[in-house]
């Protein structure tokens, strides 16, 4: 029989604690991904349990994650399934369909905003009114921004006729519920994922191989990398940027780029790794990013189902509007399309730059695209690895130094880390940090190895795994997370991304 403090730890794994979410790489997620997996594979020949079945995890795990806010999730299931009815329903009426999308983007961005944005801006009004607006107590639900756009790509994509309005409500709920990618993508689009919902159940040899090697993959950038070198080093150094001198503070903006792409692409990892456990394939969210020759080519790179969003939705019919004006028109697409991305990803002013940043800097690219094709034409280079290996090298150190716009508090303590690196650099103190960080140092270097490493060796790695028979694949997973519990901080390391 257990005794009370055991069925009381028991209950305790199904409640909703705020300082413990259900992450990925928490013992926690394990023991209950397990015991799913076994349920899901004892029923799976029966879509109807597996599906509902999802569901039900799926909405324990987000309960888990942000409480009773999961009834915000199923809001927003209801809400955009009958929109789309609504709108499909609406036939050659121009008028009424247009009403209607209207309506469902302003109630999801109306949702979304409030949550997201409204003490940002009672803040703005303070400034320009001075006036005393008290904040209002807003919890954030986690992952929101992620799940609203997954259902506003939905309704537009109705409107747009791009596809048929989902017939079943249950089958809706798990797109916009499903567990792997609910907190921090990747964004699938409805008609890529509703068809596989619909599907027998089928996971091939190598999405088992390939899922593995993600989850593993995932677990090493987080856990290993990103929790690591940012606990240990570079959390310090942006919390007090003008304690450490500038090659500290340089060593930091390297040490953040690495974190912010190992925290967030290893997310997305073991998001799809999972994926492909249960027989789903999610889209690719993030392709060797720091490899990139230009700005553009970064974002094609870097959060591809964020960035596709952006280009689809809402680039695109800014073109449009635009047309008559060329180029420019072009740039200022751009410029505002970048502004809203920097705003998706937070509400303060270092997110607004940021984006705006990234917007400037690809409106100057577009300008330049032909002047700079001709220079390098006219010195033969225009097909040089020499010129690539260069653009490369600019393009990385051009969106490390926007990371720290990114990654710093606040405007302040961003001057205050480029201040350290250009008027208090001091060389001399690089052993030092060498002899006092030596794993950090390692660490770092080989999280940049590893991704520069060519995609053929990855997919080697990948496809080697999957030609082990089962057990040694699980052997190979069970030493893994053995590997990353070791490394794991004694503080729980939330992804970075859940905080959008």
């Not at 799926?58 to 009834?71: D, E, I, M, T, V």
């Not at 999610?282 to 974002?299: G, T, V």
């Amino acid at each position: 029989m257990f005794s009370n403090i055991d069925l009381e730890k028991l209950l305790s794994l199904f409640k909703y604690i705020p300082d413990d979410p259900l992450l990925f790489s928490t013992a926690e997620f394990l023991f209950f991904f397990f015991a799913f997996l076994v349920f899901y594979a004892a029923f799976s020949k029966s879509r109807n349990f597996r599906v509902y079945l999802i569901i039900v995890f799926s909405l324990f795990f987000y309960y888990k994650a942000a409480g009773l806010y999961f009834l915000l999730l199923v809001f927003s299931s209801v809400f955009n399934f009958y929109a789309g009815k609504s709108i499909q329903s609406s036939g050659e009426s121009y008028l009424k369909k247009k009403m209607l999308l209207i309506a469902s983007v302003a109630v999801n961005i109306g949702v979304l905003f409030y949550f997201k944005y409204t003490n940002f801006f009672i803040d703005i009004v303070n400034h320009i009114k001075s006036s005393a607006i008290t904040p209002l107590d807003i919890f954030l639900p986690v992952g929101i921004s992620f799940f609203t756009f997954k259902a506003l790509s939905y309704v537009i994509d109705v409107y747009l006729e791009k596809m048929e309005a989902e017939k079943s409500f249950r089958d809706f709920l798990l797109y916009v519920s499903f567990f792997p990618n609910i907190l921090a993508g990747p964004i699938d689009r409805a008609p890529e994922f509703l068809p596989q919902v619909k599907q027998d159940l089928q996971i091939p040899e190598i999405y088992i191989g390939r899922g593995i090697f993600l989850i593993i993959s995932g677990l090493f950038k987080k856990v290993v990398i990103a929790d690591y070198i940012g606990v240990n080093f570079v959390d310090r150094i942006f919390e007090m940027p003008t304690r450490y001198t500038g090659v500290e503070n340089l060593l930091a903006v390297y040490g953040y780029a690495l974190k912010v792409y190992c925290d967030f692409s290893g997310y997305s990892d073991i998001a799809i790794g999972i994926a492909l456990l249960m027989g789903f394939k999610l889209m690719e969210n993030f392709n060797s990013p720091y490899q990139a020759s230009s700005i553009a080519e970064f974002w094609r790179r870097w959060h591809i189902s964020l960035s596709s969003w952006f280009l689809d939705y809402l680039f695109r019919p800014l073109q449009m509007k635009f047309r008559s004006l060329r180029t420019l028109g072009n740039a200022s697409a751009l410029i505002v399309t970048f502004l809203i991305c920097g705003l998706w990803h937070g509400a303060s002013y270092t997110f607004v730059l940021w984006g705006a940043v990234h917007g400037l800097m690809m409106a100057i690219a577009l300008f330049t695209k032909k002047p700079r094709q001709k220079f390098y034409e006219k010195l033969g280079i225009s097909n040089s690895k020499v010129l690539h290996a260069f653009q490369v090298f600019i393009t990385f150190h051009l969106i490390a130094v926007t990371w720290v716009l990114f990654g710093a508090a606040n405007f302040s303590a961003a001057m205050d880390m480029f201040s350290q690196i250009f008027s208090y650099f001091k060389g001399g103190v690089f052993p030092q940090f060498v002899q006092a960080y030596p794993v950090v140092l390692a660490l770092i270097i080989t999280g940049y190895i590893l991704h520069f490493v060519p995609k053929s060796v990855e997919l080697k790695v990948s496809e080697l795994i999957t030609r082990t028979p089962l057990p040694a694949k699980a052997f190979i997973l069970a030493v893994a997370i053995w590997v990353v519990a070791q490394a794991k901080s004694a503080d729980l390391q939330p992804f970075i991304y859940f905080q959008f």
